[in-house]
Antibody, heavy 120, light 107 residues
Framework: EVQLVESGGGLVQPGGSLRLSCAASGFSFSDHDMDWVRQAPGQGLEWVGRIKNKAYSYTTGYAASVKGRFTISREESNQSLYLQMNSLKSEDTAVYYC???????????WGQGILVTVSS | DIQLTQSPSFLSPSVGDRVTITCRASQGINSYLAWYQQKPGKAPKLLIYAASTLQSGVPSRFSGIRSGTEFTLTISSLQPEDFATYYCQQLQSYSLTFGGGTKVEIK
């Protein structure tokens, strides 16, 4: 069974940093691109970014709203995905989802989400 | 970025009704479109990809179709468990975008 479990969320002050983790299991992690998607309270879904698999040299891509502040990385040995968030703003407050990109290219498995609150 | 406009933003049908949700893309995206269902407090779930392909395990009452840059999600006979918010999403461009969502509430 595919499982994605996020951790590391919480309350952080504006301008601060936070690192989210996602533990993956139940599938061949190294074969899949992985995404982060977020959802502000009461709002819709926003794609944050992607890290491709080893075959594509772990290339990353980001939404314009987070580019230069957020960094996605992965560690194959322990099947983990990370989101390093720097220079956080109030508008980054959201539930962050770790998402697997399926063979079809679509987002086929999602974690339960973790809340990040940016507030003083 | 490619914009996706969903309509309507809110629906209040009854169980057994046929429900149709539309998603219009701001430019051509071929058939690179998916539909997701999200229930309150839960993660989204992939229903349909490539405009019309049903994800494994999704009931056949869900269907999708493309006409140019207009995409439609249809639920043929709404069931109680289908009350949720539905989102479309494109992957024509590397910067993925989602539609604004359609909330389907019980009448």
């Amino acid at each position: 069974e595919v499982q994605l479990v996020e951790s590391g969320g919480g309350l952080v002050q504006p301008g601060g940093s936070l690192r989210l983790s996602c533990a993956a299991s139940g599938f061949s992690f190294s074969d899949h691109d992985m995404d982060w998607v977020r959802q502000a309270p009461g709002q819709g879904l926003e794609w944050v970014g992607r890290i491709k698999n080893k075959a594509y040299s772990y290339t990353t891509g980001y939404a314009a709203s987070v580019k230069g502040r957020f960094t996605i990385s992965r560690e194959e040995s322990n099947q983990s995905l990370y989101l390093q968030m720097n220079s956080l703003k109030s508008e980054d407050t959201a539930v962050y989802y770790c998402v697997r990109v399926g063979d079809s290219g679509y987002l086929d498995y999602w974690g339960q989400g973790i809340l990040v609150t940016v507030s003083s | 970025d490619i914009q996706l406009t969903q309509s309507p933003s809110f629906l209040s049908p009854s169980v057994g009704d046929r429900v149709t949700i539309t998603c219009r893309a701001s430019q051509g995206i071929n058939s690179y479109l998916a539909w997701y269902q999200q229930k309150p407090g839960k993660a989204p779930k992939l229903l349909i990809y490539a405009a019309s392909t049903l994800q494994s395990g999704v009931p056949s009452r869900f269907s999708g179709i493309r006409s140019g840059t207009e995409f439609t999600l249809t639920i043929s006979s709404l069931q109680p468990e289908d009350f949720a918010t539905y989102y479309c999403q494109q992957l024509q461009s590397y910067s993925l975008t989602f539609g604004g969502g359609t909330k389907v509430e019980i009448k």
